[in-house]
């Protein structure tokens, strides 16, 4: 188990950047799975990206949803246990609540019942 905490949320102009973080504490190299996932009010939750490890510091994949394929960017520093979301070119529809959340197991992001922990989110709202 591992304990998430998000940052790095707020306010941007439509075709601006923002990143988003998440530390992780506990054990979280042992996540195989750590993804972000997003939710906008009255919608469902819906997988952002996620990224795979095999439980060492080597990265197995990362996956993307179309809606932000080439525009945005999941990481993961081992090191600082923080996995990262930049997010460029930046839409009015990615205004949502993000949560990070991982899993010990490999899970897809159509899958987000199967990841485990979560953190309580941040806010990323975007203007046209």
């Known amino acids: 188990q591992v304990l998430l905490r998000e940052s790095g949320g707020g306010s941007a102009q439509a075709g601006g950047s923002l990143r988003l973080s998440c530390t992780a504490s506990g054990h979280p190299s042992s996540m195989k799975s750590m993804g972000w996932f997003r939710q906008a009010p009255g919608k469902e939750r819906e997988g952002v990206a996620s990224i795979y490890s095999d439980g060492s510091a080597r990265i197995a994949g990362r996956t993307y949803a179309d809606s932000v394929k080439g525009r945005f960017t999941i990481s993961r520093d081992n090191a600082k246990n923080t996995l990262y979301l930049q997010m460029d070119s930046l839409k009015p529809e990615d205004s949502a609540m993000y949560y990070c959340?991982?899993?010990?197991?490999?899970?897809?992001?159509?899958?987000?019942?199967?990841?485990?922990?979560w953190g309580q989110g941040t806010q990323v709202t975007v203007s046209s």
């Open positions: 959340a991982a899993a010990a197991s490999y899970w897809s992001l159509s899958m987000s019942d199967k990841y485990t922990d």
